[in-house]
């Protein structure tokens, strides 16, 4: 009897051990199951969120001059500058989005009677390319970007200031498809995108309304030091042959103008042109310390065109052209390059200062500016900034 109870007993031990493993080992299995959904899940959040990456820098810089009795002449000022470069690269399997922002814009303040205030930067640059990678590192790539500026600008005379420029005068969008490569060692971004296929669109929109006539009033307020007497016939005509008008200048500056066969310059508020587009880049980040530089390249396919010269020299015969262009198409012609070189370095210091250097250099075929002596001619043009303000990166 006993022999059989202890039997009976061992029996049911047995069966509940094995259904304490089943269930335990269901559990365990249950468990991994959950934890592998769980560790797929925050891996694909952690590849998600590597897909995206956002960075850049934004800032102010300020300074200021005072003088009291300084023999080498001046006057006092203070100026400002805010800018902004910002970045977003969208990066998953084989496709690649990338946007950039570069803005900028200044007031200077002139310790003086007239044009107090002075713009002393004004500059916006979009760009954005979407890539498709079909070779490691090689992407074909469709790219647009777009430049002009957030308010007019003047030429500061005593007495009158003419605006020079403003919003979409001049702007220029372009629009390619090409081969972009891109490359990254060490902490360094490295982009090449060439383009056979790229359109470029320059405007001058404008109004000849922007710029109006002085009235006597007005010239007598721009200098305390004049009288009524001073006004004369000779004085108002000098104003009148002073009135710039907007569009023309705007669209002889910027060569959104072309010429006829018999030499006359017709005046357009757009050009657009199709030809082979550069862009080369590097952005470069140590610690605290980044730096930026992006070289854009444009040159149009089309000839040199018929000789103005020798046209206009035709239709007024025993008269000398003495323009500066020659072609119809203001030496804009396959081979003469529109350059763009931008450089940025940044060096951030006690968390919230920031030490920024930028230098822009330009050179457009057919965009006239005039030098001291009032001689117009294509010209490289250069600007730099350098200042400490209050700045963040991230």
Not at 28 to 55: P, Q, R, S
Not at 276 to 283: D, E, M, Q, R, T
Not at 309 to 316: D, F, G, P, T
Request: hydrophobic share 35%; net charge neutral; glycine share 8%.
């Amino acid at each position: 009897m006993k022999r059989k109870f202890l039997s009976v007993a061992l029996c049911l031990m047995a069966a509940l051990t094995m259904n304490a493993q089943d269930v335990d080992k269901a559990k365990v299995t249950g468990n991994a199951e959950a934890a592998a959904k769980a560790g797929d899940d925050l891996k694909k959040l952690e590849n998600a969120e590597k897909a995206w990456k956002f960075d850049g820098t934004i800032g102010l810089n300020a300074a200021a001059t005072g003088l009291v009795n300084w023999a080498a002449g001046g006057k006092n000022n203070v100026s400002g500058l805010a800018f902004a470069k910002l970045h977003l690269l969208y990066h998953k399997n084989t496709i690649a989005w990338e946007t950039n922002f570069d803005t900028d814009f200044g007031l200077t303040w002139i310790d003086q009677k007239e044009d107090a205030f002075q713009k002393s930067s004004d500059n916006i640059k979009l760009a954005t390319k979407f890539g498709w990678e079909f070779r490691k590192n090689w992407y074909l790539t469709v790219l647009g970007s777009f430049q002009s500026q957030y308010a007019h600008g003047r030429n500061y005379i005593e007495g009158y200031n003419p605006i020079v420029s403003k919003w979409l005068a001049p702007s220029y969008t372009d629009i390619s498809i090409g081969i972009d490569y891109k490359y990254s060692y060490k902490g360094a971004d490295f982009s090449v995108y060439l383009s056979p296929i790229a359109g470029r669109f320059t405007t001058a929109y404008t109004s000849n309304a922007w710029n109006k006539k002085y009235t006597k009033e007005q010239w007598l307020a721009a200098d305390p030091t004049r009288t009524p007497d001073d006004w004369s016939d000779d004085v108002y005509s000098v104003l009148v042959d002073r009135q710039l008008d907007l569009r023309s200048v705007l669209q002889n500056e910027i060569g959104t103008y072309s010429y006829d066969k018999e030499g006359n310059k017709n005046l357009r508020n757009f050009r657009a042109e199709f030809g082979l587009s550069f862009k080369g880049s590097i952005a470069y980040t140590y610690k605290d310390l980044k730096l930026s530089t992006t070289l854009a390249l444009f040159s149009p396919y089309q000839g040199k065109g018929f000789d103005v010269k020798e046209a206009w020299e035709k239709a007024n015969p025993g008269e000398t052209y003495d323009g500066y262009f020659r072609y119809s198409n203001n030496n804009r012609y396959f081979g003469h390059f529109d350059v763009d070189w931008d450089v940025a370095l940044s060096y951030q210091f006690l968390k919230c200062l920031q030490l920024t250097l930028q230098t822009n250099l330009k050179y457009y075929n057919g965009t006239l500016i005039a030098n001291k002596d009032g001689v117009e001619a294509e010209r490289v043009q250069f600007k730099g900034m350098i200042g400490i303000g209050v700045g963040y990166s991230f």
